[in-house]
């Protein structure tokens, strides 16, 4: 936009209004030239900015695309040489534990071995004791056997002792 520039009057009274307003156009027209040079030197300088600050921005991504992949390198070695401590202490308690249970698994063995044997022993011993007992039952049942045979003939004794007793007494009943 054009400014319009602003002569006092005696400049027109003394150049006239043709040189005046030529004065002004002129005026005009370097300051339009002077505006759309400046105008093309701020949209270079600003190209160049915006170029160098492109650039700046793609260094620093690189630098920082750098530092991540050390960073990243980094951290996977770390990892990989804290899962291989990981897997070694891992075999190792692995074969601890391994080890304990043999180790417990032997002690059952022999503890259930030492028990079967108790236990077949007393077993053993009870199948000794039950035989016994048989034999003193079969000995018992012969003796009760014997002693209700006893009793028997007592009885038969005395019933036929009796039966004869009222026989003659009847008898002798009788008789009268």
Do not use: C, H
């Not at 503890?111 to 236990?119: D, I, Q, S, W």
Request: no cysteine; glycine share 6%; net charge negative.
């Amino acid at each position: 936009m054009p400014v319009t520039a602003r002569l006092s009057r005696r400049f027109y009274e003394t150049f006239g209004d043709e040189i005046a307003n030529e004065f002004v156009d002129w005026f005009n027209q370097v300051d339009l030239t002077y505006r759309s040079d400046l105008e093309r030197t701020n949209e270079l300088n600003f190209a160049r900015f915006d170029a160098k600050v492109e650039q700046r921005f793609a260094e620093s991504d690189l630098r920082w695309e750098k530092r991540f992949n050390e960073f990243e390198t980094k951290v996977e070695g770390r990892l990989a040489a804290f899962e291989t401590k990981v897997e070694g202490r891992l075999a190792a308690f692995e074969t601890k534990v391994e080890g304990r249970l043999a180790e417990f698994e032997t002690k059952v063995e022999g503890r259930l071995a030492e028990f079967e044997t108790k236990v077949d022993g007393r077993l053993a011993e009870f199948g000794r004791e039950l035989s016994e007992v048989r034999r003193e039952v079969a000995q018992l049942d012969a003796r009760l056997d014997r002693r209700m045979s006893s009793l028997e003939t007592r009885l038969i004794r005395w019933v036929v002792a009796l039966w004869l007793a009222t026989a003659i007494g009847v008898l002798g009943l009788l008789r009268l």
